[in-house]
């Protein structure tokens, strides 16, 4: 056991002093205090919310330290297998709140921060969001990470320590400003172990030769040294003893601070040069959502934190003294996206050139080593990088890329050896000008499993981007874990009221740990009291939102109206586009309609949010378009409450805990086949929202799991889109009435310069219209009626929103990690003994 570890003799001592039990707000005030006046070195007297919030996010801290200290200790003495969770993104959020919710203390802090004078909301609101990613592929590391730590998994994520994470969304004027994002001037959840230093290698070359045994020996010199230094997160679980660790590399330049000798000569710049340089490297997150652009410093980023987190976990391994075929069953390694994918080829490089051995003995350990998980079937996202590229930066490692590749093709011709184009279409190195490394091709030939995020999307990477790879290796290889996100964050803690309600039905807060629990909710569906309450939380939710917008916007939203919204990164695909034209259509509706038959109609917000990568022109547009139709339908008299157009500046995770609760209905409506598999669609509904989506990612599992009857579907399917595609380019385009009408009306100024808008349009009209805006159009406005309609029988609608609450059991993100933990990394929690003494 963990106490066997404290020689006898100083036992009682360390027993004596335990954490902090926070039992009485009194003992968590105490601590507050005593942070603000030593820690912080302020007095009482001189304690603001900045303060405050700093004060209790260090007093919750000392007691997360120690359960996180036990939790590794328990980890080093069980000696199980361990998930490495590698992630160049980890969109976190804030910790404060998740934190005392998960350790179960946030009554008690709520009941001492009131008596020190404040309200635990507005301390909870002064953390800056940890966004450290750009979309769902951060988000869903954070939930995982979430769901490992809840359900006692020994698990560590690895990821970089970027100075500055995605950037801050203003908007002046109806576009997008970008803004530094500088979040560490203070950061309590985060822990310098400036004694675990890595040296990471760049550029040289490789020099051979052959040893005694004239075996040929391959040595990686000269070039630099940068170091790469951890910052520990701490991760709790959900009512568990388990809290386990983010790690997050930082560079630093390798030679100390600067060089002394060209400060004294006077040469100051260039002495603080090379710091400068080495520290680039974590500096900033890339801010691009589904495009792979190979930046070299985005390639020295991967290269810098795929080394570093290798380094570490080897050397984890190493302590144990067990022989290396026991890796695998010691270690496993997810690769979310290609990103890591270096660490297939580092982790070969360190066999066989450090530790010595075989190639194949290597090579078995590596594949049985790695998971695999793509996100995208977009090709400008899948990554790839110039060969040249690679031979300057990483020699090496370029050479090992051949070799795999050579071994890799040498099968493939003996498997199929009449077909010389399959291996060129498998080739990991793709002929071109210059030539590419294709990084998902090395990622599956290094991995044992590949899996997609959703069942539509897992069954089309089998069937395009990676077809020739099942013909390879066969299906067994390639499989889905459908996604999920934490109920934690996003019901207990983003819709309280919600979480406390349905707890009151189903025997306590036992359903954020087996999701399905909410099955429990169908019989409440008819209740009417139950509904009551049920509707009450929404309309407090939708004044909680209006509130917000009225404050960042001025503009005043009737919080009765229908809550339209669609929040997510901005890209063709996801069609914001058609959205915006189909509020259009519905403005020039209203300007048509009678005073009857304006009566007749439930008046809508139709909220936007969402950032556009600072390079991607034609997203920028369409944040332009959104404000600019905005700043006419807000204003026209004639629409007044029936419709009110918002776009809400800089969503982010703690923006998306206010927004995503107050939702009526939300929009999921990306082309068939382009989104892998969408997590805010399942937060919405778990919310009790509505959603309008296509029969798309995780539309089609949601339907399936709350029923036909409680989703509006819409649009063409995945396997329509090809044909499609061709009759624009090469048959008949017709556009839709609808649509051409939204286009004059652009065409006719009414939202400002129509030239601003040209390229939207012109897309469509004139450029093949790729994303099929115009074939959906109109079985997307027809669909928007009938949502229009069913949202006037409140009665009915609050029974779909029940009904799909209860039936969301299967996209909690528990379920997922369970599945990757059986069918990919073939682990089992291990149950903290404390757990049992824990009662939910
Ligand atoms: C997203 N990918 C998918 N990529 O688009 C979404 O459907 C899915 O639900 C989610 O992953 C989780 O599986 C995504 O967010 C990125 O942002 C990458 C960032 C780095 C460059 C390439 C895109």
């Known amino acids: 056991s963990v106490e066997a570890s404290i020689p006898e003799a100083q036992r009682a001592a360390w027993k004596k002093f335990q954490p902090k039990e926070f039992a009485t707000p009194e003992e968590f005030e105490s601590e507050v205090v005593r942070h603000v006046e030593t820690t912080l070195a302020r007095s009482m007297f001189n304690c603001d919310e900045t303060a405050a919030y700093a004060a209790t996010s260090l007093a919750l801290r000392d007691r997360l ?15 199980n297998k361990r998930i490495y969770y590698l992630s160049l993104e980890f969109l976190m959020g804030r910790a404060l709140d998740n934190a005392m919710l ?45 769901s490992m730590a809840s359900l006692n998994y020994p698990a560590w994520g690895y990821g970089l320590r970027y100075r500055y994470g995605i950037f801050k969304q203003e908007i002046v004027d109806g576009y997008q400003v970008e803004v530094p994002d500088y979040w560490l001037d203070f950061n309590p959840w985060e822990f310098p172990r400036h004694d675990i230093v890595v040296d990471i290698q760049f550029f040289g070359h490789v020099r051979k030769y052959e040893d005694d045994d004239g075996k040929p020996i391959s040595v990686w010199e000269g070039g630099e040294i940068v170091k790469a230094v951890a910052y520990d997160v701490p991760i709790p679980g959900f009512k568990t003893a388990t809290t386990n660790n983010l790690r997050l590399w930082s560079s630093k330049a390798a030679s100390g601070e600067f060089d002394f000798q060209k400060f004294n000569s006077g040469d100051y710049e260039s002495a603080v040069a090379e710091t400068q340089r080495a520290e680039t490297i974590s500096a900033v997150l890339y801010p691009n959502d589904n495009l792979e652009r190979g930046k070299e410093l985005r390639l020295k980023q991967q290269y810098f934190w795929v080394a570093a987190s290798l380094y570490d976990i080897v050397r984890r391994f190493k302590k144990s003294k067990r022989p290396w075929n026991e890796f695998p069953d010691q270690v ?63 020699p090496r490692h370029l050479l090992i890329i051949y070799e795999i590749n050579l071994y890799f093709l040498q099968s493939v011709e003996r498997k199929f050896p009449k077909d010389r184009d399959l291996l060129g ?73 919600l979480s406390e309600l349905i707890a009151s039905k189903t025997g306590g807060l036992g359903y954020l740990k087996d999701l399905n629990i909410l099955n429990e909710l169908e019989k409440y569906a008819d209740d009417k009291e139950f509904k009551k309450e049920w509707a009450e939380i929404k309309y407090a939710n939708k004044v909680r939102l209006a509130k917000h917008i009225k404050e960042t916007t001025g503009v005043t939203v009737n919080p009765a109206a229908l809550f339209d919204i669609q929040v997510k990164r901005i890209h063709e695909y996801k069609r914001q586009q058609m959205n915006i034209f189909g509020v259009i259509h519905r403005y020039l509706t209203i300007k048509a309609m009678t005073p009857e038959e304006k009566k007749k109609l439930a008046p809508r917000v139709s909220i936007f949010g969402g950032k556009a990568a600072p390079g991607y022109w034609m997203a920028k547009t369409i944040i332009h378009l959104i404000n600019s139709v905005g700043a006419v339908v807000n204003n026209d008299k004639d629409v007044g409450d029936l419709l009110k157009v918002i776009f809400v500046e800089d969503y982010n995770v703690s923006k998306a805990e206010i927004i995503v609760p107050a939702s009526d209905i939300s929009e999921h409506i990306s082309t068939a086949g382009t989104e892998a598999s969408g997590t805010s669609n399942m937060k919405f509904v778990l919310n009790g929202g509505l959603i309008i989506g296509t029969c798309d990612g995780a539309n089609i599992e949601i339907t399936r799991e709350i029923g036909e009857s409680n989703i509006f579907l819409f649009g063409n399917l995945a ?68 949502v229009d309609e069913a949202y006037k029988n409140q009665d009915e609608w609050i029974t779909k929103t029940i009904l799909s609450v209860a039936r969301m059991g299967f996209f909690s993100s528990d379920r997922c990690i369970n599945e990757y933990a059986e069918s ?12 049992k003494s824990k009662k939910l």
Not at 334 to 352: C, G, S
Not at 470 to 495: C, E, S
Not at 738 to 763: H, M, P, W, Y
């Open 425 to 497: 279409r498998v080739s990991i190195i793709e002929e071109s000008q210059p030539k590419m490394v294709r990084m998902a091709f090395l990622a599956i030939v290094g991995s044992h499993k590949v899996n997609g995020v959703a069942e539509l999307h897992s069954d089309l990477i089998k069937s395009t981007i990676f077809k020739d790879f099942v013909k390879v290796f066969g299906p067994d290889k390639f499989t889905n874990v459908t996604n999920g996100i934490t109920p934690r964050r996003w019901l207990h803690q983003a819709n309280p009221r």
């Open 65 to 79: 330290i120690m359960e996180w200290n036990q939790t590794q200790q328990r980890h080093t003495f069980a000696d």
């Open 719 to 786: 396997e329509e889109v090809e044909d499609l595609r061709h009759t624009h380019n090469y048959g008949e385009h017709i556009i839709d009435p609808a649509l051409l009408q939204v286009f004059a009306e652009i065409r006719k100024n009414t939202f400002g310069d129509a030239e601003s808008f040209t390229a939207l349009v012109s897309a469509i009209e004139d450029h093949g219209d790729y994303y099929l805006v115009s074939d959906d159009f109109n079985s997307y406005i027809q669909t928007q009626a009938l």
């Open 332 to 394: 496993a390694i997810q690769l979310n996206d290609t990103h890591p994918t270096l660490a297939i080829v580092e982790l070969q490089r360190i066999l066989i050139d450090l530790e010595k051995l075989e190639w194949d003995e290597a090579w078995s350990i590596v594949t049985k080593t790695f998971g695999y998980t793509n996100h995208t079937v977009l090709p400008e996202a899948l990554e790839k990088w110039s060969v040249p590229l690679m031979q300057n930066l990483l």
């Open 102 to 146: 998960n350790v179960g203390k946030k009554e008690v802090a709520k009941e001492g921060l009131l008596d020190l004078g404040f309200r635990i909301e507005d301390i909870i609101s002064q953390e800056h969001d940890a966004a450290l990613g750009n979309g769902g592929l951060g988000r869903l590391a954070a939930c995982f990470l979430d």
């Open 824 to 835: 990919i990394w073939n682990t089992e929690p291990l149950n903290p003994e404390e757990d």
